[in-house]
Every structure is written in C-alpha cells, then in structure tokens.
C-alpha cells in the first residue's frame, strides 16, 4: 500500500501538480494489476488505451513484470482500456481485433474496461478472458474423405470497445485423412454460421452450423468461450450432428 502511495506522489510531482494547486485539470493515474495472469500460457500481455478514439497508451508487458504494478496516465475523460494475449493479426490500434474472409480467427484472451477517469487515479485488474471458440469438426465418411469444408458466418471479430463486429467470416478448414479439422471463430451475434461440404467445387449440403450450436445450449454471452465438438456421420442416408452432448438428426431429403 505504501507502494502505492508513493508512486502516485511521484506521478505528481511530475506533472507538476501540487496539493494546493487546482488537479482537476491533472491527467488521472491508472494502475494495472497484472499479477493474476497465467505466466505460463500468457508469456506476454498486450494493453492498449484510447481516449476520445486516440491512443495515448500501446504497450507489451513480458511475464517477468506481472509481479510489478503497472502505471500510465490519461486524461480526465473516459478511457477504454484493452488487455490482450494471442493477437496474432495487424495492429489493434484504429481496427480492433477483426479478420478478414479466409483467416480463422486468433487465440485471443481479451478483457475490455472502460473506466471513468475523471478523478486522480483509478485501479484495474487484469483478468484475460478467451475470447474464441475453437469448433472442432469431425466428419465420418465411408472410404477416402474427398470433400472440401468452409465455415461461414457474420461475425469477423471486436471493436476495442468489445463490441462483435458485424462483417464476413470465411475459413476452410483441411480435414485430415480421417475427417477430423477444426477451425477458430469469435464471438457470434445471431446463428448465421453455416458448414458446407463440396467435392470438386460443387456444394453438396450445407449445414445450420449456428443454429445446431444455439440449440444445444451454447452461451455465445458467456465471460469465457468454451469450445465446440461437432461430429457428423455422412456415411448414412441421414447426417447424425452432434454438438458436444446434443444431438440431432438432420435428412438428405432436400438437396443444396
């Protein structure tokens, strides 16, 4: 606590603000704790601040100072603060954590605060979240597996405000010999995420892959995103769609 103290002092004293001055007009003192992230899995930390839409904090924080209190001023209006591990695609700054059509989505965990830092200083705990559900998709067929998959959907990724960004997603994933592939996808909004199989570029049926996902209970608001297994069994006249512990029949009665 004396720690603390002393270094909102110093943060003070330079921006020049005494205690008998006016300090409303003094930028705010934000204080990360990042002591209760996972060194291991997180190895680095990313955290981004904007103020007004503009950027007044970008920096890497290693492992080796979580045990540190981590500071940075900003100025006495809100300001969204992102915390984040995994991004592995262009800057966040001014696009947020979107990808494009063909990309399958990052192994992100992200914690978004906005923080109201009209006062001297503020206080934050670092909490990563995962924020990606990876589907796993197993596809029984009888014989050599000669189909092609994509998954499609609405969802492309976060504003830095956390926000689901409304844009087109496409991955196609590459099935191993036995069927077995998996793609990452990030947070969903409705349940427009669509499976196709095709074999020489033809389609030969689509799949209600967000609809099968919502109707096995899926919490897509959850603070963490729990992964998916879906298992299809195309070797019979009907497909068997599992979704984790649901499951359902779905006919070939109709053909795409």
Same mark, same amino acid.
């Given at each position: 606590?004396?720690n603390?103290?002393?270094q909102?002092i110093?943060?003070?004293? &330079?921006?020049?603000?005494?205690?008998?001055?006016?300090?409303?007009?003094?930028?705010?003192?934000?204080?990360?704790?990042?002591?209760? +992230?996972?060194?291991?899995?997180?190895? +680095?930390?990313?955290?981004?601040?904007l103020?007004?839409?503009?950027?007044?904090?970008?920096?890497r924080v290693?492992?080796?100072?979580?045990?540190?209190?981590?500071?940075?001023?900003?100025?006495?209006?809100?300001?969204?603060?992102? +915390?984040?591990?995994?991004?592995?695609?262009?800057?966040?700054?001014?696009?947020?954590?979107?990808?494009n059509?063909?990309?399958?989505?990052p192994?992100?965990? &992200?914690?978004?605060?906005?923080?109201?830092?009209?006062?001297?200083?503020v206080s934050?705990?670092?909490?990563?979240h995962?924020?990606?559900c990876?589907?796993?998709?197993?596809?029984?067929?009888?014989?050599d597996?000669?189909?092609?998959?994509?998954?499609?959907g609405?969802?492309?990724?976060y504003t830095?405000?956390?926000e689901?960004?409304?844009?087109?997603?496409?991955?196609?994933?590459?099935?191993?010999?036995?069927?077995?592939?998996?793609?990452? +996808?990030p947070?969903?909004?409705?349940?427009?995420?669509i499976?196709?199989?095709?074999?020489?570029?033809?389609?030969?049926r689509e799949f209600?892959?967000?609809?099968?996902i919502?109707?096995?209970?899926?919490?897509?608001?959850?603070?963490?995103?729990?992964?998916?297994?879906?298992?299809?069994?195309y070797?019979?006249?009907?497909?068997?769609?599992?979704?984790?512990?649901w499951?359902?029949t779905?006919s070939f009665?109709?053909?795409?």
């Amino acid at each position: 606590m004396k720690n603390i103290v002393f270094q909102i002092i110093v943060l003070t004293v &330079l921006t020049g603000c005494s205690i008998k001055e006016d300090r409303t007009q003094c930028p705010c003192t934000v204080m990360v704790d990042f002591s209760g +992230i996972d060194s291991v899995r997180h190895g +680095i930390t990313d955290i981004l601040a904007l103020t007004d839409g503009a950027v007044v904090l970008d920096d890497r924080v290693p492992s080796a100072r979580y045990d540190e209190l981590y500071t940075f001023r900003a100025r006495r209006v809100s300001t969204t603060v992102d +915390i984040y591990s995994g991004w592995t695609g262009d800057s966040v700054a001014g696009k947020g954590f979107t990808v494009n059509e063909g990309e399958q989505f990052p192994e992100l965990y &992200l914690q978004t605060e906005q923080l109201d830092t009209d006062k001297e200083s503020v206080s934050l705990t670092a909490m990563l979240h995962k924020s990606f559900c990876r589907v796993t998709i197993d596809i029984k067929s009888e014989g050599d597996y000669p189909y092609s998959l994509s998954v499609t959907g609405n969802a492309c990724g976060y504003t830095c405000s956390g926000e689901t960004v409304p844009g087109a997603f496409e991955y196609s994933p590459i099935p191993d010999q036995a069927g077995l592939c998996s793609v990452r +996808i990030p947070r969903q909004y409705d349940s427009s995420l669509i499976l196709r199989i095709a074999e020489d570029n033809d389609i030969l049926r689509e799949f209600a892959l967000g609809e099968y996902i919502v109707k096995s209970g899926y919490d897509w608001k959850a603070e963490d995103l729990e992964d998916v297994s879906v298992e299809i069994d195309y070797a019979k006249a009907d497909v068997v769609f599992k979704v984790n512990d649901w499951e359902t029949t779905v006919s070939f009665d109709v053909i795409i």
